[in-house]
């Protein structure tokens, strides 16, 4: 891996570090711009360095430094809100998969909102999980669905698009290394 490379992932896990500060608190899981820049990390960095930043900032937040939403730690792994964390990985990868796989406007969105829909599937998965059996707080799917998917469902479709076009506008002007 070459140093540029290095620096590239280095900036897209600030930048999705700098997303988490930026919040709207609405409930237990908050409004922030971590989604977008993961989606961006991918779309131009590819598969496997859109990847490696996600996976770069979840480590920082664990090791303790203040970068997730709510802070960092390892007590964070027992948050509630730390699976849609752990779906920024996977979905970098599949936005960076679409970035080199499909070069078309189309294609970047549709792998953007697959790997927007891996977010929400990690996400409300462990907060059900989380819930129910580390906190001991009893609630049905339904109502994590209400709580933690249903509220950001529509913004993270609009952001998703939105990512994507500017990603493809970077792309039309020479930015990208997901082509190689």
């Not at 970068?67 to 792994?77: E, I, K, M």
């Not at 070069?103 to 829909?117: D, E, P, T, V």
């Not at 509220?151 to 290394?177: C, E, Q």
Request: proline share 6%.
């Amino acid at each position: 891996m070459s140093t540029k490379h290095l620096v590239y992932v280095a900036l897209f896990a600030a930048l999705i570090a700098i997303g988490a500060q930026i919040r709207l608190p609405i409930g237990p899981v908050p409004v922030t711009l971590q989604v977008p820049m993961v989606l961006l990390a991918g779309l131009l960095l590819g598969p496997k360095l859109g990847a490696m930043s996600a996976l770069v900032y979840m480590l920082m937040g664990l090791v303790g430094l203040p970068v997730f939403a709510g802070g960092g730690g390892l007590g964070t792994v027992v948050s509630p809100t730390f699976g849609f964390i752990l779906g920024y990985i996977p979905a970098a990868w599949l936005a960076g998969f679409g970035a080199t796989y499909k070069s078309s406007l189309a294609g970047a969105i549709s792998f953007a909102l697959i790997a927007l829909a891996v977010i929400f599937i990690a996400g409300f998965l462990y907060f059900v999980f989380i819930m129910n059996v580390v906190l001991g707080t009893p609630m049905s799917a339904v109502e994590a669905f209400k709580v933690a998917v249903l509220p950001f469902v529509l913004k993270d479709v609009v952001v998703a698009v939105l990512t994507s076009l500017f990603a493809r506008t970077l792309h039309t002007r020479g930015f990208s290394l997901a082509s190689g």
